[in-house]
C-alpha cells in the first residue's frame, strides 16, 4: 500500500473565514420555502443547488439522518454536522433532538440562513437552539464541547488530503469513548487518489479506501468501513477513538430498534435515553 500524501497545506486556504453566530438572522430572501431548485445546476446560488443535486435535497438528507439512529443518535445526542450548508440534513436532525443540542459548521452563512429560513420560522429557531459556527478550518473546539456523534456527508468527496487529515486532527480533540463520526468520499476508479492540494467543487475527488483509512489512522483514530446505500455510490466509515469497540454489523442490523435491546435497556435501566457529552 502507497502511503497517504498528505502535502502541507497552501497559503490560500478556500475555507478560511472565522466567526461565530451565537444569534444568527434569517435570510432576507422572501419566498425560500417555495423555492426548490429544479432548474438550478449543481453547485448554484441557491440553498438546494449548493449543496448538491436539487432533485436529491430530500433524500439524502433522510437517509444521513436514519444512519445517524442506527449509530445510536437519540433526542438527548449532541450532534456536530460537518459542512451543515442549507441544512439538507440538519433540519431533520434539529427537530428531532432537544433543544441546543445540535452544532453546525460552514464556511457560507448565506446558506445557513437559507437553510433556516427554508426550513423553519423565527419561531422554531429560538425554540429548538441550533447553534452555528461560520467556519471553513474545521475549527470544531470552538463550540467548546465534545459531541456524541458527528458527520461530514460529502465533504472529502471534494477535499485534498490535507484538509481530510485536519478535519481528522481536529475531530480527535472533541470526541469521547463513545463518539461515532460517520463521513463519505467517492471510492477511486482506477486505483489512483487524488493528490492535488486544492478544494474542487463542484468537481469531486477520489481516493482509495486504504488511502482514507491510513488518513484516519495517522490522526490516531480508528476507520471502520460501512456498506451503506447513497444515491451516488459515496462510500460511508464510521470514525472512532482506538478501542472503542464499534460493531458496525450490529447497528447496521438495525438493533438499536429491536426488542432485544429494549429489554437490554430495561434490564439495565438505560431506558432513558442519556448522553455522553453532557
Known amino acids: 500500500m502507497q502511503p497517504a500524501q498528505v502535502a502541507a497545506p497552501p497559503d490560500t486556504i478556500p475555507f478560511s473565514r472565522r ?11 422572501e419566498d425560500l420555502h417555495n423555492q426548490f431548485g429544479e432548474t438550478e445546476e449543481i453547485g ?20 444521513q439522518f436514519y444512519l445517524l439512529t442506527l449509530f445510536g443518535m437519540r433526542e438527548t445526542s449532541s450532534l456536530l454536522d460537518i459542512g451543515c450548508g442549507s441544512l439538507r440534513g440538519g433540519r431533520f436532525a434539529i427537530m ?4 441546543g443540542r445540535y452544532y453546525g459548521i460552514d464556511p457560507e452563512e448565506w446558506a445557513i440562513r437559507d437553510g433556516l429560513k427554508s426550513h423553519f420560522n423565527e419561531e422554531l429557531v429560538q425554540r429548538r437552539k441550533p447553534n452555528f459556527v461560520i467556519d471553513g478550518d474545521f475549527a470544531f473546539t470552538k463550540f467548546g464541547r465534545k459531541f456524541d456523534l458527528m ?19 481536529e475531530a480527535k480533540k472533541v470526541m469521547v469513548p463513545q463518539t461515532v463520526f460517520l463521513a463519505t468520499f ?29 488518513i484516519v489512522h495517522e490522526a490516531g483514530l ?34 438499536i430498534y429491536s426488542y432485544e435491546a429494549t429489554l437490554e435497556r430495561r434490564r439495565t435501566d438505560t431506558t432513558w435515553p442519556g448522553s455522553a457529552t453532557n
Not at 466567526?19 to 430572501?29: F, T
Not at 447513497?230 to 472503542?244: C, E, M, R
Open 44 to 63: 448554484g446560488n441557491h440553498y438546494r443547488a449548493y449543496v448538491g443535486p436539487p432533485n436529491y435535497y430530500d433524500l439524502i438528507g433522510a437517509t
Open 151 to 169: 458527520m461530514a456527508h460529502s465533504i472529502f468527496t471534494h477535499a485534498p488530503q490535507w484538509q481530510i487529515a485536519k478535519c481528522m486532527a
Open 222 to 255: 480508528e476507520c471502520h468501513h460501512v456498506e451503506w446505500p447513497h444515491p451516488f455510490n459515496q462510500k460511508w466509515i464510521a470514525v472512532t477513538l482506538p478501542g472503542a469497540g464499534l460493531d458496525v454489523a450490529r447497528a447496521l442490523s438495525g438493533q
Open 96 to 99: 428531532y433532538l432537544r433543544p
Open 186 to 214: 467517492f471510492e477511486t476508479l482506477d486505483g489512483s487518489d487524488y493528490q492535488g492540494d486544492a478544494w474542487l467543487y463542484p468537481d469531486i475527488v477520489r481516493y482509495r479506501r486504504e488511502t482514507i483509512a491510513q
Open 19 to 29: 466567526k461565530r453566530v451565537d444569534n444568527i438572522a434569517l435570510s432576507e430572501k
